[in-house]
């Protein structure tokens, strides 16, 4: 059986007439009733014709010609009374209680006894209850009883959470092989690597070993096996236990190894998404790079990152105009870009693309202009901190409602900042770094929204402008930026609890101004100035062992550009590239090709 949340309120739909309650009072009192409907040791008296049209079970029943019309008493055998109370209550009333306890055995009655509103309700109440830890449960109860968008919304829910479910969950233990198989064949299975997908078959086979590791072969199918490391394939894949000892896998493995040889021995080689081995899986989150300075002006050109194939795809749809040094956000499926540069004019609009109808729109304008704005969303809510006006560094802050299309302005910071950057984490705002029009700032702050108040941190171990900075893990990492001589590769962490910093791993490129954000659980560095050139190389951070990997470069070189993370795009195939070749890991590389740098850059900010 399916778990529910104990804090699951219980939902009662109501579409009585007043001709229905006179029927249900005629009931209730037991007048005019022309049948009895037993179960178990109860008697429910009823109207035959009110049964009748609520349920094609019942109309079957007593319209039937072996039914005799004298006839009273119905005994149905299997279901309970209180299920069997609620059924005919809705016969009459259309009101319906569904809790936690009810929703299964009701649903099970009511596909029964062919009452659909009973049905649609019951699918309604578990849809609002999906969650990642009964997922796999609704899943398989939806397919049993044909409850078909049911059985879609829960099967999309298995497949966006996949690697939490086969960790944590106990319903996933439950699938059969072939369930499992086809979640693992689906290319929207959310998965960081393939290596996740080898461990969760692990997991299965392992809670019935001798009954389940003969399904192997079938599940190593729906591996994408071209897409482990030649590494962890040939030492935990090709010599695991259940794989060595299946007759069915050998020639599985020797396809693989073929594979991943060819990849090796022919570095630059085309692969075949089409083979099963390697097509990459459909990302869950899309990372969109908006704007920025390329080529000596400001551009509008929009590109997306697919970190499955880790590969770069520019957009048809851009924004009337160009900007850089400006800020981005993404609430939903909507983009806002915020503030910033046009080569002539500072903004304080703000600019939305919805990424499912590709439209552009504008929504209220701040209440300053702000170029090298600092950015963050908590609570659903728009923070844009400091920047430059054209006359002056600010410290003034303020925040979008997006419900009221409104900005309002809250408490001021304690320092003027324009080229700083800012993060939302532990229920507080962190900005690091900037410039006050003289230095580069090594001091930091964070806002309480519930206090209105900026309160001063330890300061960092360097200053740093054109900063990135982002939330990750629990902590505030800062990267790179320019300390007023040169650029920096050097990274840094502040941990909210102790209120103090620790260094991390130096990126490989010193960078200023260049965009960041965490997806598939890392961080990426995008683009940027390197003190020479404006870059378009991409860098990635991976917490766990502390180390920084090369990934595809952008198609465009930029800086002063900045990013956001849309999650679960019902259009993402839009955004993708068709021939999305994956890369063999993170492989650096060298380019030769030299930018002009923008006006801009050469000053501190």
Known sequence: MTEFDSSSSDMEVSLISPPCKVLNELRQSAQLTDAIIKVENHSFPIHRAIMSACSPYFRSLFTNELFHTEMREVVIPGVSADIMKIIIDYAYTRTININPENVELLLCVADQFHVMGIVKSCCDYLTGSLNVDNCVGIYKFAKAYFCHTLECKSFTVVLQNFAHVAVHSNEFLQLSADELADIMSRDELNVRNEELVFDAVLRWID???????????KLMRSIRLGLLTTQYFVERVKTHPYVRESEGCKPIIIETLKFLYDLEMEEEKVVDINNPLARPRVPHELLFVVGGWSGGSPTNIVETYDTRADTWSIIDTMDA?????HGTVCIGHVIYV?????GNEYFNSVRCFDVVNKTWSQVSPMNAKRCYVSVALLDGLIYALGGFDGHVRQNTAERYLPRKNQWSLIAPMNHQRSDANAAASNNRIYICGGFNGSECLGHAECYDPRANQWTMLTPMRSRRSGVGVIAYRGQIYVLGGFNGQSRMNTCERYNPVTNTWSQVADMYSPRSNFA???????IFVIGG??????????ECYEGSVDEWYDASD????????SAC??????NINDYITKDREPERG???????AAQTAPPLEMGVD
């Open 207 to 217: 809670f019935e070993p001798e009954r389940r590791k003969s399904s192997i072969p």
């Open 321 to 325: 105009g160009p900007r850089a040094y």
């Open 338 to 342: 915020i503030g910033g540069f046009d």
């Open 516 to 522: 960041v954000a965490v997806l598939d659980d890392m």
């Open 529 to 538: 100035f390197n003190g020479t050139t404006t870059i378009f190389n991409v």
């Open 554 to 561: 952008m198609n465009l070189y930029r800086s002063a550009l």
């Open 565 to 570: 993370v849309a999650t679960g795009l019902p």
């Open 586 to 592: 993170r492989r650096s590389r060298l380019h030769t």
